[in-house]
């Protein structure tokens, strides 16, 4: 069964950039975040679904593999973001992606933080590490789509959540650590699924059930909308 099959009716919105790039914060760990003169493009995740998924998956499976360069998988994991943008780690991990309403963010188990709840602003710097302005004082009420300059970038932020508008900024940058790591667990997951059902010792077969069982990843949420007619909306978070 394909992708379309199951959601071939529904829409979401998502923002992507023309060029992204690996950069170096003062502690030296490394974040993926769109080029200064990246241009942004409002697309619709699952249009292009299952080419994402296969691309993820690719990433995946060569981090995963025999002696992995890590110059390249930071290369390929650029490329995605060309091609869909970041994951939106911000905005999927909380409880709600209206946590700058809020003095405290929620983070149910995850593998990228531990703790699980810290100030709504200290949490939302922590994607803005190049940014002092967004990085003094993330603010509900500021309008950060200005800063940008991009029309499409305020239509699409439009109705949405404060930290969703956040994600779209061409400042957004998401640790390189934590993308590794998605796109391992993803592959292992896969991985584990293909050789269960190949697998014919019980034992062995048992094993990567448990792998399997132990993907807790955030599963994306649906609401409905009246356009044209009613619509199924992914909320590609």
Same mark, same amino acid.
């Given at each position: ?11 979401? /919105?998502?923002?992507?950039y023309?060029d992204?790039?690996?950069?170096q914060? %003062?502690?030296g760990?490394?974040? +993926?975040?769109?080029? #200064?003169d990246?241009?942004?493009? +409002? ?12 691309? !993820? $998956? ?7 593999? #025999?002696?992995?360069?890590?110059? /390249?998988?930071v ?18 991990? &909380?409880?709600?992606?209206?946590f ?6 929620? $983070? ?5 933080? /531990?703790? @699980? *709840?810290?100030? *709504?602003?200290?949490?939302?710097? $922590?994607?803005f #590490? ?9 603010? %509900? ?8 300059? *991009?029309?499409? +970038?305020?239509?699409? !932020?439009?109705n %949405? &959540? ?17 993308l ?8 292992? +997951?896969?991985?584990?699924a293909?050789?269960?059902?190949? @697998?014919?010792?019980? @034992?062995?077969?048992?094993?990567? /059930?448990r ?9 994306? *949420?649906f609401h ?5 007619? #009613?619509?199924?909306?992914w909320?590609?978070?």
């Amino acid at each position: 069964m394909k992708f379309a099959d199951l959601f071939g009716r529904a829409t979401s /919105r998502w923002i992507k950039y023309s060029d992204y790039e690996a950069k170096q914060d %003062k502690n030296g760990d490394w974040y +993926v975040m769109p080029t #200064p003169d990246a241009t942004s493009a +409002v697309y619709d995740p699952i249009e292009t679904a299952e080419e994402m998924v296969v691309d !993820a $998956l690719n990433i995946g499976l060569y981090c995963i593999g #025999p002696n992995p360069d890590s110059n /390249r998988a930071v290369a390929e994991i650029c490329e995605f973001a060309v091609k869909y943008g970041l994951l939106g780690f911000m905005t999927a991990l &909380p409880t709600t992606p209206d946590f700058m309403e809020y003095q405290t963010v929620y $983070l149910p188990k995850n593998r990228h933080i /531990r703790t @699980e *709840s810290m100030s *709504s602003k200290d949490y939302a710097k $922590l994607f803005f #590490p190049f940014d002092e302005k967004i990085n003094e004082n993330p603010n %509900k009420f500021r309008h950060y789509t200005k800063g940008d300059g *991009s029309i499409m +970038v305020s239509l699409a !932020a439009r109705n %949405k &959540p404060k930290a969703i508008e956040m994600c779209y900024q061409r400042s957004y940058a998401e640790s390189a650590d934590w993308l590794h790591t998605q796109f391992k667990d993803w592959a292992i +997951v896969f991985y584990g699924a293909i050789a269960y059902w190949d @697998e014919k010792d019980a @034992e062995q077969a048992e094993f990567y /059930r448990r792998v399997i069982a132990a993907y807790d990843g955030n599963v994306p *949420s649906f609401h409905i909308e009246m356009f044209e007619k #009613p619509t199924l909306v992914w909320d590609f978070l």
